[in-house]
């Protein structure tokens, strides 16, 4: 059986699923495929969904403080409530230890001008926010056979406060909503299902795309496909013929979360914001049920696990890494009570070289691709359908997205989003070249 529809979007992952939503709400023939079983059901599963605005570009801030005020009212993003449940914002705050290389000076900038208010706590003030954490400046992160791992520390960190980053308690939840959005509005999701290869056709002397083949040999045509894959999304890129026109590119990379039991005084129902520690190379999000979800901020001294084939690497966290994770954190928060065996996960970031996502069109006609999201753009994605939404529908009305950047307007600040920030071919952009973006 073939097919013919207006646009196919490869991968039903958070991002996918606004995609989905956004360009079935323009009226489109929507057709989401997805290998796995359900929505979100990729890395969106293992997301650690902490909403914050601490990025080292003014458009990536904005984008993220845009993508907020979506996430506050849910439903009426959606416009309208999955019977099945909806994922909800949890506000924490956000705390940024002070520590050289942390960036932090460049965020208050782009904070004071984009109006994100916070405060800067001093090591007395983090003493009655922390209870019993340990404040230590211990910076640069070491690994543990380092001699100079257990040196004291001279001086005590500060920090910046913003109150009002969270998180979102269910992020394969938040996926499924979109997806549930999307049908009201048409989109159809085909589970189970992978794409193979992507069709090319001729018009008018020109190569552009002309659809999807499915591995059971079906072919959906569309003048529209989308690459939202995840990890696997170079893959399909090069399966596009489109990742030699690429100046800025993407690759899965290996990342372990652990859950460990927050401390008495440290919890969120305590009121214990997010932390993010480049002084140890962790950060810490708390959650629902007295718990820590405690992953790491790619310090120097950590090797970085690259994948080739993002459908075979070790899905368990290894003692190793638990056992770094879990030293930096004990030298911080001296009262925890560290388990004797890795609880957590292992999933894949697809990170771009820059570690600021890729939004954009290709070399191929139709063919456009929302990757490279670097493990920090669960946050982003009711705002990135509406993106990718808009630069389709100016190079389908004829408009050339490379050469005249489309400019989003953010209603919540009445400011322009350059979406070139996000394009394939920028220069690399300025950032601390870690998740934090
Ligand atoms: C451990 C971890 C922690 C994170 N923490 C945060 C955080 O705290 N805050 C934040 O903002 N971001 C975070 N992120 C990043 C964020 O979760 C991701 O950027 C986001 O979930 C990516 O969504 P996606 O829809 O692009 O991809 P995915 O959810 O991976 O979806 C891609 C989909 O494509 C499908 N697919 C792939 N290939 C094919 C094919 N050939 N045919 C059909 N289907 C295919 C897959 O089955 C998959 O369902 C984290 C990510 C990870 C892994």
Known sequence: MNDTVDAVVIGAGVIGSSVALEL???????????????????????SVSIIRFSYSTLDSVLTAWEAAVMWHDWEGHLGVVDPDG????????????????????????LWDDVGIKYTVVSPAGLHDLLPGVDLGCYYPPKLIDDP?????????????????????????LAARNLAFAARLHGAQFRFREQVVSIDRRTELGSERVGGVVLASGEVINAPVVVNVGGPHSSL????????????????????????????????????????????????????????????GTEPECDELHWIDDPDHYEANPTVEQFEVSMMRLARRV????????????????????????????????????????????????????????????????????????????????????????????????????????
């Open 148 to 172: 100079e791992f257990g040196e004291d520390a001279a001086t005590e960190l500060s920090a910046i406060l913003e109150p009002e980053s969270g998180f979102i308690d269910d992020p394969m």
């Open 334 to 437: 001296p009262v925890l009570g560290v388990p004797h065996r890795p609880v957590g996960l292992a999933a894949l970031y697809d990170v771009a070289d820059d570690w600021v996502p890729i939004y954009d069109k290709s070399d191929l006609p139709g063919y456009f691709m929302a990757c490279g999201t670097s493990g920090n753009q669960f946050k982003n994605a009711p705002i990135v359908g509406k993106f990718m939404r808009d630069i389709i529908d100016a190079e389908a009305s004829g408009h050339d997205h490379d050469h005249h950047p489309v400019q989003f307007h953010g209603p919540r600040t009445g400011r322009e989003i350059n979406l070139a920030a996000f394009s394939r071919l920028r220069e690399k952009s300025h950032t601390s070249g870690t998740v934090m973006g």
């Open 24 to 46: 079935a709400r323009g009226g489109r023939k929507v057709v989401v495929v997805d290998k796995g079983p359900s929505a979100g059901a990729g890395s969106t599963s293992s």
């Open 86 to 109: 909806m994922a909800r914002f949890v506000r924490t705050g956000m705390c940024i230890f002070e520590t050289p290389g942390d960036g932090s000076e460049r965020i208050k900038q």
């Open 236 to 295: 399909i890129n090069r399966m596009a013929g489109v990742a030699d026109g690429m100046r800025i590119r993407n690759r899965p990379l290996r990342q372990e979360v652990f859950t460990v039991t927050a401390p008495s005084g440290l919890r969120l129902e305590d009121g214990l914001p997010a932390v993010t520690d480049l002084d140890i190379g962790q950060y810490i999000r708390p959650h629902i049920g007295g718990t820590w979800l405690v992953g």
